[in-house]
Nanobody, 125 residues
Framework: QVQLVESGGGLVQAGGSLRLSCAAS????????MGWFRQASGKEREFVAA????????YYANSVKGRFTISRDNTMNTMYLQMNNLKPEDTAVYYC??????????????????WGQGTQVTVSS
């Protein structure tokens, strides 16, 4: 069973940048589609970005398109989320997740089976 650990969250001013990392255990990292999701206080978990197992397909929520970049390094078993021009509305706990099925890349959190513990991102105005 793959395990995920996020890092890189923190407090940043509006307009600033952060880079989140998601380190995965296990030898089959490159077999999985992966995604980033976030959950703000009092709100439901929402899709942020997803990447195919080979890294050739990427998807973004409209709210982050043009500001966030998802990537992965299968040799390092690590996925990244580069977040630029951060806004106060980006404040949330960010989670990485793995889709272990062979279906196309999913955008719904319900399609992901394994989750990290989350990392807090706080953007001050």
């Amino acid at each position: 069973q793959v395990q995920l650990v996020e890092s890189g969250g923190g407090l940043v001013q509006a307009g600033g940048s952060l880079r989140l990392s998601c380190a995965a255990s296990g030898r089959t990292f490159s077999s999985y589609h992966m995604g980033w999701f976030r959950q703000a206080s009092g709100k439901e978990r929402e899709f942020v970005a997803a990447i195919s197992r080979g890294g050739d397909l990427v998807y973004y929520a409209n709210s982050v398109k043009g500001r966030f970049t998802i990537s992965r390094d299968n040799t390092m078993n690590t996925m990244y989320l580069q977040m630029n021009n951060l806004k106060p509305e980006d404040t949330a706990v960010y989670y990485c997740a793995v889709d272990t099925t062979i279906a196309p890349v999913a955008l719904s959190p319900n399609e992901y089976e394994v989750w990290g513990q989350g990392t807090q991102v706080t953007v001050s105005s």
